[in-house]
């Protein structure tokens, strides 16, 4: 007779299950020690075709020889038995003859589950039947229930019909309301009527099948709380569906208040159009309308501002009385950030402020108009009782303080905290700083005492994904750190070093790694990266066969510049010591030692010469071969964006290791190959260390990744902005595309990260206002920046104290624009042109600009009062000689 682990490891699952069904309980639980060896085994050679193929026999052979629910809840729902390719129907076979009460802890055990662990609805709610047990309401639960009503798409057969014969309706659709993330699950179904989620839950509770309070309640607390996106969109819909009473519409005041005032804009719409109804209908205290007013003036959104301000012309005309209560809550929309709706609440004050009787009221309305801009305070000053406009003094500009680079302290002198700082910097995306502490610490004491470190390092190195692992991962690991293809960053450069020290690695392998790429694969990172990642790989081969004292090209500073007198400092000491140098590291030295700072380079190289060593001389040729000079930098323009291409730099390729030549090579961001293998990672602020003197170089390998942050909405690699703004040479033509491509991301983090390079680089007297601000009109020009993301970027800088480097830009972008607009082009102005032109008054009434702008007369000579006309009218009257007059 066949054994059960026969057959078991032949896969021959209905055998086992025939073998199960004639044993005891005892012989079973006998069995399931040899189950869990199995199991061991086959994770070792999990994809292999025999452990595949043995998997779904052991998962049901796992289920039936174990006596405990919680452990059979953990052999069904373990990572390892998820795709096993059995039915719930099979388990259910092995399980139906347990008792009741088993089967519903079972049920519940799998249930609490995470939704990630893949338990099949179908089996815990097969369970929960056989059991008779109250039906579980956890995460998993519910969306395994929601995904299979759905889903189910029978002939003659909605979504409410199915619902409408669920035993579990009232206890599910209640733990529906409290699941987080599932409003897309629900928006599977049909869109509108008895299909749709929102529409069955709306004739249920018609018809009298849900309770009428507990689901308005429910679905209101459920918007209250927030969420996602499409969480808010489906409960909102449900909301809507439920038609609520004006009754019901009257006890929930409250919570419309706190809808509007805080909630995402659609919910908040609806909100706002509940209140509108109630208090145009005498039903909502004019106190009530005052609070929520002065939350919902100061959001930034125009249209809700707007509709609340016409909800309050349209009470103030119906009742006197409300004057002053509400003319306060419209008098704080002054202070707003944008012009128009301060416009707004100014023509809503003047209409109505004759209606205030409190002489309090009056004085409070008067100071905040304080808060208006110039040519509108100007106004308040007959109607509102305001002050007068004093004499503006002299505008000052007021720029962040130039960041100083930090600099890199010694590294870590014991075992125990240089432990600290590498599983710190592992744990963490480290900068530079804390990337080459760690590795010049990590080659230090590897040379002193290799034993020592490696016990030290010991919990950080239990804690990484390769630790453990048996000879047949190391043929991965290897792979891993050794495939050309690859590309470290800091925590992949450091895993490299221990992994070394490990002796995971072999020689072979370190020394073959180290070698150039080949020529025919590589993409327009290659260059950064080979350089990077060849220093680590040389690094971790002497670690093996030579150790290094220390590193020659650990930086001094933050940026990645290193001073030549420390250099010098540091070849004399491996002379003292016989060190043999290495070639990579002492590569990286010179392409990061300081030559702009042209007597401190003479002095240094007058030293170096007198070392009398090969590098020594090498070192006082190149510091005295003066200043870095960047090659040409060429722009191109296709349909979608604008690139860049540098030339070739000849003394980047001699007396260089042949990793490091393609450095001076000619670049171009046009050429990117098809075998790029850094799309899904954000450019590496660490490659901006591999050449700190010159960022012009590195900035025409970033501008296509940066370029798609506005075409294309990726997220991420505009944290490279601010360390770019940062370092040293040049800001030329690709430097300030890259700003241009950032202000105009499409994340709200991206375009904050451009807007601190921006400010970095005015404060460092390095920003070419007319160069960025014709590259910002150019790209919205062509449609690869949205003005409106724009627009958002420029207002936040300004925001800062920047208004005169602010108009600077919008004076060179706005041009082209306009002159598109006078040309009355077919496709319209450019959606968002209205805000850029609104960013660009304020800018110029705060900055006192004067002056004319080619083709905005045009604009503001346009009929209408849309957005667009309105800011045009209001940038011309700031720019006009007599302005700065009144």
Known sequence: MTSLMEA?????????????????????????????????????????????????????AGVACQTGAAGVASWISAADMRWPGV???????????RETGWLADLADRLAQRPA??????????????????????????????????????????????????????????????????????????????????????????AEGRLDRKATVDACVARLLRGGTTADHRAFLRVLTSLALTREEQR?????WMALTSDAVPPVASHAQSVLGTLALDGQLSHRHLAEVSGAVLF???????????????????????????????????????????????????????????????????????????????????????????????????????????????????????????????????????????????LVRHAHRDRDALLRALEPVISRRWWDGTDQHYDLRLNHQFGDARGSFDAAGGLDLLLVTLRGKLKTGTLRGSGRARTPGRTCVHTALSQAFDTRLWEV?????????????????????????????????????????????????????????????????????????????????????????VLPAIRRRTSAS?????????????????????????????????????????????????????????VAVRLLR?????????????????????????????????????????RHPEDRLAAVDALLVLAARGQLDVSRLGADLGELVRDGAVKPLRLAESLRTAAATGAYATVWGLLGHALPPLLSDLAADKPDGPARGLGDLLAVAAECAERSGARGDLPHLARAADRGGSSRLVAQARRLRGALAPEAAAA
Not at 29 to 53: G, I, V
Not at 372 to 399: D, F, H, K, T
Not at 553 to 580: F, I, K, N
């Open 87 to 97: 039915s719930p129907a099979v388990l259910l076979r092995v399980l139906a003859d």
């Open 641 to 697: 964006r604008i690139l860049a291409e540098s030339g070739e730099l000849i003394e980047l390729q001699e007396d260089f290791p042949d990793a490091f030549r393609a450095l001076g090579e000619p670049s171009s961001a046009f050429t990117e190959s098809r075998y790029c293998y850094h799309w899904d990672y954000p450019p590496r602020p660490h490659w901006l260390a591999v050449l700190p003197e010159l960022r012009e170089l």
């Open 251 to 255: 006890e929930r005041v409250a919570d």
């Open 705 to 745: 990744d940066l370029s798609s942050l506005a075409v294309d909405d990726t997220r991420g690699a505009a944290s490279v902005l601010p360390p770019l703004a940062e370092s040293g040479g040049e800001a030329g033509e690709a430097t300030h595309l890259c700003v241009a491509y950032g202000l105009g991301a």
């Open 540 to 628: 971790a081969c002497r670690m093996r066969t030579d150790p290094l004292p220390f590193l020659l090209s650990t930086p001094t500073w933050s940026t990645g510049l290193l001073e030549p007198d420390e250099l010098v400092e540091r070849l004399d000491a491996y002379r003292r010591l016989g060190a043999r140098v290495s070639e990579a590291d002492f590569a990286q030295a010179l392409l990061r030692v300081r030559r702009a700072d042209r007597p401190a380079a003479a002095a240094a190289a007058e030293r170096a010469a007198a070392l009398g060593t090969a590098e020594g001389r090498r070192l006082a040729r190149w510091l005295t071969a003066g200043a870095p």
């Open 299 to 441: 959001r930034p959104e125009r249209k809700l501002v707007r509709a609340q301000l016409v909800l309050l012309g349209k009470v103030l005309a119906r009742d006197a009385a409300a004057a002053d209560d509400l003319l306060p809550a419209v008098a704080q929309a002054f202070g707003h950030e944008d012009a128009g709706v301060q416009e707004r609440a100014l023509k809503l004050a003047q209409r109505h402020v004759k209606k205030v009787r409190s002489a309090e009221v009056r004085a409070d309305i008067a100071l905040a108009a304080e808060e208006l801009i110039p040519p509108l305070r100007s106004q308040a000053v007959g109607s509102l009782g305001a002050a007068p406009v004093e004499a503006a003094a002299a505008y000052e500009e007021v720029l962040p303080l130039v960041p100083e680079p930090a600099r890199l302290a010694p590294a870590a002198a014991s075992v125990v905290e240089l432990a600290e700082e590498v599983g710190a910097a592992l744990e963490s995306d480290t900068d530079v700083t804390g990337f080459e502490r760690a590795l010049d610490g």
């Open 116 to 205: 990630s662990s893949g338990v099949p609805y179908e089996l815990m709610s097969a369970l929960v039947r056989l059991a008779g047990c109250p039906v579980p309401t956890t995460d998993a639960y519910v969306r395994g229930w929601a995904q299979q009503v759905g889903g189910e798409w029978r002939h003659g057969n909605t979504l409410v019909e199915r619902l409408r014969t669920d035993p579990h309706l009232v206890p599910l659709v209640a733990a529906l309301f409290e699941v987080n993330d599932i409003g897309g699950l629900l928006q599977w179904a049909a869109d509108e009527g008895p299909g749709s989620w929102h529409g069955a839950l709306g004739q249920l509770t």
């Open 8 to 60: 078991v490891r032949a896969g021959r699952t209905a055998e086992v299950i025939g073998l199960l069904n004639a044993m005891t309980d005892a012989e079973r639980r006998a069995y399931f020690p040899e189950l869990k060896a199995l199991r061991k085994e086959l994770r070792a050679t999990r994809w292999d075709t025999p452990s595949r193929r043995a998997y779904p026999a052991l998962y049901v």
